[in-house]
């Protein structure tokens, strides 16, 4: 999964798994109630085995941060679309008019291939974020997304750790538990790096021993007993989270919802899972690639946003109950420039947009203050301004996730909230 | 050998029946085996059945001589199964209409089967270091049927070279251009993609003393390098295109770089970045990062004053570092999946085809030819944390004749050992005496397992996720 960071060649398959039947209908208020009643209750209910697994104290309360990394860069003016004459003159092309629109207020209107996310965002449980970003200047995907991943203004300011692997430090409620974060891929994303209590997984029903043999487990148990060295910790470490996930039987486990067929839809669904079954779980990170749309933009992001879309409404509508306990952040290392290339699409720039959703979240808007796009207003060599810092929400979403002070988190950085939460 | 390979291109089983190699009879270890083992493990990929008896007996000194400059002899059964992949034969052009995961999917066989059974294992250290180090990724941009050129005549020709040849190689092969957007770098509109790559991750590091200003010069100086499109030229080759080329001038590292040099701007700034003491000392902490696990300490030093000096001959910069005792004193150093996976199948002496067992590298999160940024696949543990179960995984199926297209025969590798079964893993996995007092040993005998799980036990034990 986090290797699937393709400027375009990747969206064949996405397009290909997009299920047209996947349609507003499918995630609508009588979809939300089937969740609430089949997603999470009837599920614990129907696995006898979860009544073995004794609930980590405090963990059914525990909130859970979701965190959804857009890696390539997402052209925020395409998905969150401005009322402006000037973004038509800057887009010729690429501006959305018409049935491309759906209207979210007198200034602002979705691209219509978030449809799925719409009736959430009129419950009130999507907010939107507009110009946000950091002050990397460097228009380099990796300088932009490690300054993200690290929780830095900018990248290479000498901290190491990953902002997540920084809250789960700080927070340290549950030291027992060697599931508190989980990356759903093959690598740990910058993001979680340091983190002692997280685990990267790529395929929950999957993450068994191949040897049918207890005394092969039991010896590694012996040989992973103790010892620093990092991978003998991390060894220590995913017996225990086996254990735990050999007990859940997750390849038993149906979400109440259908999902897409996609990598990101499927990680969201494992996510689900999760939090459903109550381990613990309290940062998940996960991420989706293919925003770089120097090429062929509305092709590609057309999609990118349906799959995405689908994937995280069906998400919400799994979790039922559980949406009270969790917030999602989808996030982007940076926009893209205001004018349309000669490609048809667009280079690097600097505001996007972020989302977060939740059963808590204060939605129904959008967040930030608008910067504008006629020429003065633009930032060179021709971006959105970014005037809402990324790490506004973040810091919100850490405190309503528990954590008492997100400044440590985010060295040097004060805390202004913008009441997402 | 070309008429042999598309002879053999059907029958590859009956190649890799052939390429079987035998194992020795007698696998006791030779007297202070480990200072040995530790060798093979940090300049190679871990010792094969008997290998460390053959460095024993003709010295470390000389094996390590004799790997800084390899002839073209190599094991016969590999030459066999290495002919049976077009992608290593044909040009790009010609490799086009084969899907991409056909291509990858060969030549990541040919890096797994070179490493476990190349009679150099030197050179493919350092062609997996060099690999990381001017990573293509395999899925943008095709870059899949540009990546076997690439790794002929970038990685493998001068892995054991000079570092100015080959990174003047590196910024022609088309693999590059294309997968660092450079054939979008017109004087129109210059694109800084290359020029900051090729100042961060492949020279100077990021630290190295460049500017932004220094960024966009270097830019302009490589608009035009592309790659032939136009027909009946040789297609996916480097072309410089004089239209698309800024020919003003330009300041480059204080180097003024004259207006009217047409391809000679990017060459100059290639020699420049080629002998810039940021450069030498960025190599000079890949290598010690490579070899001693660490990225400081007066090695850092040494080896870039031998780079200056040499103007960055590889081989003279790794034989102090290669035949000093602290390359195998130092601490151990965390193995990548793909340095997990070779040792194994080089320490079992398995069989393999090098494809079946890439679905393993998959899981463990280290596809070949698949890291999507510049950067390579990360060499520090703390990325690899999630590989564990992978590990587990890949040492029990190997033993248990459950890894498509890989075996070994366990129980006659611990009986050459001539002891008893437990012990006998600990030798040959581990490649160390055992002590009463050995904890790994005492471990497997109360593990009541067999040959097969004996051996996968030693394979997944920490010990052997360290060189």
């Keep these: 999964m986090s290797n699937d960071w393709r400027s375009c060649d990747g969206y064949r398959e996405a397009l290909a798994a997009a299920t047209p039947a996947d349609s507003m209908a499918s995630v609508s208020r009588r979809g939300l109630l089937v969740g609430l009643g089949m997603g999470a209750v009837g599920w614990l209910a129907a696995n006898p085995t979860l009544a073995q697994i004794a609930v980590r104290p405090g963990s059914r309360n525990q909130r859970v941060l979701v965190v959804v990394f857009l890696r390539g860069g997402m052209d925020g003016l395409n998905v969150v679309v401005p009322k402006e004459d000037a973004y038509y003159r800057l887009r010729p092309s690429l501006g959305l008019k018409g049935k491309s629109l759906l209207p979210l207020d007198d200034f602002y209107s979705f691209n219509a291939k978030l449809a799925p996310l719409l009736p959430i965002y009129r419950d009130g449980r999507l907010a939107l974020i507009h110009a946000v970003g950091s002050n990397d200047h460097s228009h380099s995907h990796f300088e932009a997304m490690s300054a993200m991943e690290h929780g830095l203004p900018q990248a290479g300011s000498g901290t190491a750790s990953g902002w997540l692997a920084r809250h789960l430090e700080s927070t340290r409620a549950d030291t027992s538990n060697p599931l508190r974060a989980v990356a759903l891929g093959s690598t740990m994303p910058d993001s979680l790096r340091g983190a002692s209590q997280a685990i990267a997984i790529e395929s929950v029903a999957d993450y068994r021993l191949t040897a049918d043999d207890p005394e092969f487990r039991k010896t590694l148990g012996d040989l992973y007993g103790n010892g620093k060295d990092p991978y003998t910790e991390a060894g220590h470490a995913t017996l225990e989270v086996l254990d735990t996930l050999n007990r859940l039987n997750p390849a038993a486990y149906r979400p109440s919802v259908r999902y897409p067929k996609t990598d990101v839809a499927n990680a969201l669904q494992q996510v689900a899972f999760l939090i459903k079954a109550n381990i613990g779980v309290e940062v998940a990170a996960l991420d989706k690639g293919g925003w770089d749309t120097h090429v062929a933009e509305a092709q590609w992001l057309d999609a990118n946003l349906d799959d995405l879309a689908q994937s995280l409404a069906a998400f919400y509508t799994d979790l039922g109950g559980e949406t009270a306990r969790t917030t999602v952040v989808v996030q982007t290392e940076f926009g893209r420039r205001a004018a349309e290339n000669s490609g048809l699409g667009t280079d690097h720039g600097r505001g996007s947009v972020m989302f977060m959703l939740g059963g808590e979240v204060r939605g129904g808007k959008v967040y930030g203050e608008w910067p504008g796009l006629e020429p003065n207003q633009l930032e060179d060599p021709g971006d959105l301004r970014v005037t809402t810092d990324y790490r506004r929400p973040l810091a919100e979403a850490l405190r309503h996730c528990g954590n008492p002070n997100p400044s440590a988190v985010f060295p040097g950085f004060v805390e202004q909230p913008l009441g997402l939460l | ?467």
């Design chain 2, 1 to 467: 050998m070309a008429a042999g390979a598309a002879s053999l291109a059907g029958c590859s089983r009956m190649v890799n029946e052939v390429a079987r190699r035998e194992l020795p009879t007698d696998l006791r270890l030779p007297p202070n085996p480990e200072p040995t083992a530790r060798l093979l493990g940090r300049v190679g990929f871990g010792p094969r059945p008997g290998e460390l008896s053959e460095v024993a007996a003709i010295g470390p000194g000389t094996w390590v001589h004799q790997q800084l400059a390899p002839d073209a002899s190599d094991d016969p059964a590999l030459m066999l199964q290495l002919a049976q992949f077009e992608a290593l034969s044909e040009d790009a052009a010609e490799l086009r209409d084969d899907p991409d995961w056909n291509v990858t999917q060969q030549l990541s066989a040919a890096a797994i089967l070179r490493a476990t059974y190349s009679r150099w294992p030197l050179r493919e250290r350092m062609v997996d270091l060099w690999t990381n180090h001017f990573n293509i990724y395999a899925d943008k941009a095709r870059g899949a049927f540009r990546k076997p050129t690439d790794d002929l005549k970038v990685i493998r020709t001068h892995a054991l070279g000079t570092f100015p040849e080959m990174l003047a190689a590196s910024a022609k092969s088309p693999a590059m251009l294309t997968y660092l957007d450079n054939q979008l770098n017109d004087r129109r509109h210059p694109n800084e993609n290359y020029a900051r790559e090729l100042m961060e991750l492949h020279t100077l590091g990021v630290h190295g003393g460049y500017t932004q200003r220094d960024v966009m010069n270097v830019a302009r100086c490589f608009t035009g390098w592309t790659v032939e499109n136009r027909f009946l030229r040789p297609r996916g080759t480097f072309r410089f295109d004089a239209d698309q080329h800024d020919d003003g001038e330009k300041l480059v590292l204080g180097h003024v770089i004259t207006s009217g040099g047409g391809v000679s701007d990017g060459e100059e700034v290639l020699a420049i970045l080629g002998a810039h003491p940021s450069t030498a000392r960025f190599i000079a902490s890949k290598l010690t990062r490579t070899f001693l696990g660490k990225t400081e300490g007066p090695w850092v030093d040494r080896l870039a004053n031998i780079y200056l000096q040499t103007k960055g001959d590889i081989p003279s910069m790794l034989e102090p570092l290669l035949t000093s005792d602290d390359l195998v004193n130092g601490e151990p150093i965390p193995k990548r999946p793909f340095d997990f996976l070779v040792s194994a199948l080089r320490v079992t002496g398995a069989a393999t085809d090098g494809i079946g067992v890439q679905a393993y590298l998959d899981r463990m999160g280290q596809p070949l030819f698949s890291w999507p940024m510049p950067d390579g696949y990360p060499d520090r543990a703390a990325a690899w944390t999630g590989s564990m179960l992978g590990r587990w995984n890949f040492a029990h199926d190997l033993t248990h004749g459950a890894a498509p297209g890989a075996g070994v025969n366990a129980s006659e590798l611990l009986a050459s050992t001539h002891a008893d079964p437990a012990r006998a893993a600990v030798i040959v996995v581990l490649s160390r005496p055992t002590g009463s007092d050995d904890p790994v040993l005492e471990t497997l005998r109360s593990s009541k397992g067999d040959a097969n799980g004996l051996l996968a036990l030693a394979l997944s034990s920490p010990e052997f996720q360290y060189r």
